[in-house]
């Protein structure tokens, strides 16, 4: 099965999500083969990193949105297991800061898009602000922004307008030489209680819990809503977004897996060559090298 084309969204109609499913294909139910294949991705995604990192021409950004509880920290945690720290950095976005809100809406992303060689990881990123703030527009309100004065001045228009500004900001980061990968990690309303359940039954998860999930639990139409918005205004061929069933947690690690190996292995990564003369002087090294102890 090709992971990479069958979950690949780009935007050429309205995405209703509550049309897509949200269980793995009944085709993957064998756990202990599904462990083992993404053991191989794991593998194989840090010879990918050791090429990249080495090349320093391309940067790769992976982008995790969800609702709460779908599974981000452990996807990151498990298929970023296998890669050498020094090439990948994780960043969370979470509420601004007054400094940040003093900026443009994009200012704090920029300074954490990841150095060429570097896989960067946005664990929720800048599409919080047609998410969240869609949903609470007083949020948009409270960052005296221009004109704004009211939750009216929020409007459709408005956020067709960043929905612009996002497409070209991944535009122009495309552009630049990075791979941007945008995962929409899908999941029912009903597992999302079932693991809220586990976060408050289990001792040695409730720091996982906030009572602030269950608020936002709420708002689970209007998020439905403006996640299908979103994903399907800021879609396209170079860029699209991945809607990975997320029932299974290992279902999903799975798909994320191979599609991050895929598209990283359409770039034409390579460990550098060295030019005639620096080939010589890895040569004299290793003479001085050998003729050490004589």
């Known amino acids: 099965?090709?992971?990479?084309?069958?979950?690949?969204?780009?935007?050429?109609?309205?995405?209703?999500?509550?049309?897509?499913?949200?269980?793995?294909?009944?085709?993957?139910?064998?756990?202990?083969?599904?462990?083992?294949?993404?053991?191989?991705?794991?593998?194989?995604?840090?010879?990918?990193?050791?090429?990249?990192y080495a090349q320093d021409r391309y940067g790769v950004l992976i982008i995790f949105q969800a609702m709460d509880a779908a599974g981000k920290d452990s996807m990151i945690r498990h298929i970023m297991s296998g890669v050498n720290p020094q090439g990948c950095r994780v960043t969370a976005f979470k509420q601004p800061t007054s400094n940040e809100l003093a900026h443009d809406y994009l200012w704090r992303i920029h300074q954490q898009v990841p150095e060429r060689g570097m896989i960067g990881i946005f664990n929720?990123?800048?599409?919080?602000?047609?998410l969240v703030s869609r949903v609470h527009p007083e949020l948009i309100v409270n960052a005296h922004i221009g004109a704004l004065q009211s939750v009216?001045?929020?409007?459709?228009?408005?956020?067709?307008?960043?929905?612009?500004?996002?497409?070209?900001?991944?535009?122009?980061?495309?552009?630049?030489?990075?791979?941007?990968?945008?995962?929409?990690?899908?999941?029912?309303k009903a597992e999302q209680?079932?693991?809220?359940?586990?976060?408050?039954?289990?001792?040695?998860?409730?720091?996982?819990?906030?009572?602030?999930?269950?608020?936002?639990?709420?708002?689970?139409?209007?998020?439905?809503?403006?996640?299908?918005?979103?994903?399907?205004?800021?879609?396209?061929?170079?860029?699209?977004?991945?809607?990975?069933?997320?029932?299974?947690k290992w279902y999903s690690r799975l798909c994320v897996s191979e599609i991050i190996n895929q598209r990283l292995a359409e770039l034409p990564l390579a460990y550098p060559s060295l030019m005639p003369s620096e080939q010589a002087q890895l040569k004299a090294a290793l003479d001085q090298l050998d003729h050490e102890n004589e």
Not at 176 to 185: A, H, R, W, Y
Not at 223 to 246: E, F, M, N
């Open 124 to 130: 929720r990123s800048y599409y919080e602000d047609v």
């Open 193 to 248: 209680k079932q693991r809220f359940i586990r976060r408050i039954e289990i001792p040695s998860h409730n720091w996982k819990f906030s009572a602030a999930d269950v608020r936002e639990r709420q708002y689970w139409d209007a998020y439905q809503r403006v996640y299908g918005d979103a994903l399907t205004h800021t879609a396209t061929k170079q860029v699209p977004w991945y809607v990975i069933p997320s029932d299974s």
């Open 1 to 52: 099965m090709n992971f990479e084309k069958h979950y690949r969204y780009t935007g050429k109609e309205q995405l209703t999500l509550a049309a897509q499913t949200t269980a793995p294909d009944p085709r993957f139910a064998d756990e202990k083969l599904i462990k083992k294949q993404i053991a191989k991705n794991i593998k194989q995604l840090k010879e990918l990193q050791g090429k990249l």
């Open 152 to 188: 009216s001045d929020v409007d459709d228009a408005f956020f067709e307008r960043r929905f612009n500004d996002l497409r070209f900001f991944e535009s122009y980061l495309q552009a630049n030489g990075f791979l941007v990968l945008k995962f929409f990690l899908h999941m029912s």
